[in-house]
């Protein structure tokens, strides 16, 4: 069989003409983001290769190809192909994202070079020209829209996180993955997922911002342990895969208090929470540090209800930072901040959601 009459039957790829292969990948999210899939190591690696790049005329770059991370499931490479492929490269032309897409589709080409210097191998990494629906599109996020993924949607913040966000012109989809079914709306998606299997189809994480108002207790947790799991690992995983996947702003409800060397578990658990979320490096980060909150929870917390009375009463003589904070408040802080998404890293404390 020739190499011509492999790829012909191959979905992934095809022979247009004498010595061109053409390979097409369907890419999540808008186009704004799609550069990011070309030019950004981490990112391209889903697809095709990593490496790092310097988008500039003439730079050289190395990708790398890890061929077991390029099969459905992991790890079914073709026979005969290693797990690693380097191709040392240079970069040729580079145009801008959305700009030049108007005129011309090719936006990053690159050459393979042998030992004497001669180009043994042009690519081209291209996106379609953008049409009117595109332009529809790109024209709606330049004015504030979003795509936003929402954690803890059932939960006391995370549902007012919901109703506000559902009830926002500048959100134009919510994802809010579960584990119990929420009723159909309209623009929200709300998948069924395993946090402890989560699923990796970009269609869930591929996002403007996450929102994580995921919370429980060591009570209903059942453990310390339990209780790290969601309140740590659960949000970290996610955060991961969103950034993974081009989201570029992360707004974590944690708690007044939160501090790593806290001699308190729950205290030391949020401050590590934000720390590990922080290391990621999303472009916005922005910590919600609320007090007690004011308002009913789906489980009981006889202590927290009655730290609430004592504090409704003496609301009118307390102190800001002593106040309890009503959930919707906090929903709406944490909306705008998604919405914002301020550069860096912010953190918002209790007595600004009152």
């Known amino acids: 069989m020739t190499m011509t009459q492999r790829l012909d039957i191959n979905p992934y790829?095809?022979?247009?003409?004498?010595?061109?292969?053409?390979i097409e990948r369907l890419l999540p999210g808008p186009a704004s983001r799609i550069w990011r899939y070309l030019t950004e190591g981490d990112m391209r690696r889903q697809w095709l290769a990593d490496g790092a790049m310097e988008?500039?005329?003439?730079a050289p770059f190395e990708l790398v190809w890890r061929n077991d991370e390029l099969t459905d499931p992991p790890g079914n490479r073709p026979e005969g192909f290693g797990e690693e492929m380097r191709m040392k490269s240079r970069v040729l032309e580079v145009t801008s994202e959305v700009q030049k897409r108007r005129r011309n589709a090719a936006l990053l080409s690159f050459a393979r070079r042998n030992g004497q210097g001669v180009r043994a191998l042009k690519s081209v990494l291209a996106l379609p020209p953008i049409g009117p629906r595109q332009e529809e599109l790109i024209g709606s996020r330049r004015r504030g829209t979003m795509h936003l993924?929402?954690?803890?949607?059932?939960?006391?913040?995370?549902?007012h996180v919901l109703d506000q966000a559902?009830?926002?012109?500048?959100?134009?989809?919510?994802?809010a993955p579960t584990r119990r079914p929420l009723p159909q709306r309209p623009g929200l998606t709300a998948p069924i997922v395993d946090f402890e299997a989560l699923p990796q189809d970009p269609s869930i994480w591929a996002v403007d911002a996450v929102i994580c108002a995921l919370g429980t207790t060591i009570k209903t947790a059942g453990s310390r342990e339990r209780f790290h799991r969601v309140d740590h690992d659960y949000p970290l995983e996610i955060a991961r895969l969103a950034k993974a996947h081009g989201a570029r702003s992360f707004?974590?409800?944690?708690?007044?208090?939160?501090?790593?060397?806290?001699?308190?578990?729950?205290?030391?658990?949020?401050?590590?929470t934000e720390r590990d979320v922080v290391a990621l490096g999303f472009d916005s980060c922005v910590i919600v540090r609320p007090g007690l909150i004011d308002g009913p929870r789906p489980e009981?917390?006889?202590?927290?209800?009655?730290?609430?009375?004592?504090?409704?009463?003496?609301?009118?003589?307390?102190?800001?930072?002593?106040?309890?904070?009503?959930?919707?408040?906090?929903?709406?802080?944490?909306?705008?901040?998604?919405?914002?998404?301020?550069?860096?890293?912010?953190?918002?404390?209790?007595?600004?959601?009152?």
């Open 13 to 22: 790829g095809r022979v247009t003409e004498p010595a061109t292969l053409v």
């Open 166 to 175: 559902l009830a926002d012109p500048r959100v134009t989809a919510v994802t």
């Open 251 to 272: 707004v974590l409800n944690s708690a007044k208090g939160a501090d790593v060397k806290s001699l308190f578990f729950y205290s030391r658990v949020k401050g590590e």
């Open 149 to 159: 993924l929402l954690l803890g949607a059932t939960g006391l913040v995370g549902s």
């Open 300 to 354: 009981p917390r006889p202590m927290e209800q009655g730290a609430r009375k004592v504090l409704g009463l003496l609301k009118p003589i307390l102190p800001p930072t002593l106040r309890p904070n009503p959930p919707e408040a906090i929903a709406r802080a944490m909306l705008e901040a998604a919405i914002v998404a301020p550069r860096g890293v912010t953190v918002i404390p209790s007595q600004d959601m009152l």
């Open 55 to 58: 988008e500039k005329a003439g």
